[in-house]
């Protein structure tokens, strides 16, 4: 067992630091409180890092973290973290260990009782997932799929009985091969491209799977996050006490019985009139 506080000083700590994914508004005060006060900044990219920081007027020492690196470089930054030094890492953009270096260093640290705390901020996905309009209660985060068509097919494979909203990160280059194989691999589903997000050209396409192969991908350019509806839950796999137990709970919230039956058909996916016999029983 390991016990760290993270404001007590009683051991040597390390900051993760979110930065913006696009727009340099969300880079938060406590964020640059932090940064200023540091001596030492691991950076994804050093030059990135430069730029962001020269935008806030904050002039720091830094190395590069990245992941080519990532081992020796955590060794190095949990070493000075040791001698007394402030420091922190910030990846490219969004949080360090989504999609971005950062986790082998949190391992690390804490293997060897250094404590670790996070500055938070924006993140891609959920950004995306919130605004997508599908169900935000259970999601599975894949990340970006493989660059190779049979393994990326296989992964597909493997998660297509999730019953999650799925999450992917994907790059221009290879949206239009990775939505005809989630079309072709997972069937017609509810699909949002939430693309440029907190940017000026910030667009969130929705539509079925079998809308979406016929986009005009010229268009779609850009950094993008691909949110997807999980495998429906069969009617029969859901028991009468789910429902009523959904139903009690948007009613506990001050819900009208018709919103709270409205919210459960479409949150569990079941005809409206198993439902709404159900709330009568329940009377
Ligand atoms: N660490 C980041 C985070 O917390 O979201 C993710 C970094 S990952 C290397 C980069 C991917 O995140 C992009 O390819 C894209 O899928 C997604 N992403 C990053 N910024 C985005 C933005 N402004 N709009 C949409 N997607 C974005």
């Known amino acids: 067992m390991n016990r760290s506080k993270s404001f007590d000083n009683s051991k040597p700590l390390i900051y993760l630091i979110a930065t913006p994914i696009g727009n340099l508004g969300e880079m938060s005060k406590r964020a640059l409180d932090v940064l200023q006060d540091m001596d030492i900044i691991a950076a994804e990219d050093t030059r990135n890092t430069f730029s962001l920081l020269s935008n806030f007027g904050i002039k720091k020492e830094l190395f590069s973290l990245r992941e080519h690196n990532e081992i020796e470089a955590s060794e190095h930054l949990i070493k000075l973290a040791k001698s007394g030094k402030k420091v922190a890492y910030v990846s490219d953009a969004g949080y360090p260990g989504i999609s971005d270096p950062g986790y082998l260093l949190v391992k690390k640290a804490r293997e060897e009782d250094v404590a670790v705390s996070t500055i938070s901020g924006s993140c891609a996905f959920i950004n995306a997932l919130v605004a997508s309009g599908l169900p935000t209660n259970h999601f599975y985060f894949y990340g970006f799929l493989s660059k190779k068509g049979q393994e990326a097919k296989k992964a597909l494979e493997e998660l297509s009985n999730r019953n999650e909203t799925l999450i992917f990160y994907e790059s221009p280059h290879q949206i239009e091969e990775t939505i005809k194989l989630l079309n072709s691999v997972l069937g017609d589903r509810e699909c949002v491209i939430a693309r ?88």
């Open 196 to 283: 440029e997000l907190t940017k000026i050209n910030e667009e969130y396409i929705s539509g079925k799977l079998s809308e979406l192969v016929n986009l005009d991908f010229k268009t779609i350019k850009g950094e993008m996050v691909i949110i997807l509806e999980g495998q429906p839950k069969s009617d029969n796999e859901i028991s009468d006490e789910k429902i009523q137990d959904k139903i009690r709970f948007y009613l506990s919230l001050g819900v009208s019985e018709k919103a709270a039956i409205q919210i459960a058909v479409e949150e569990l996916k079941v005809p409206k009139n198993r439902v709404y016999k159900l709330v009568q029983e329940m009377k």
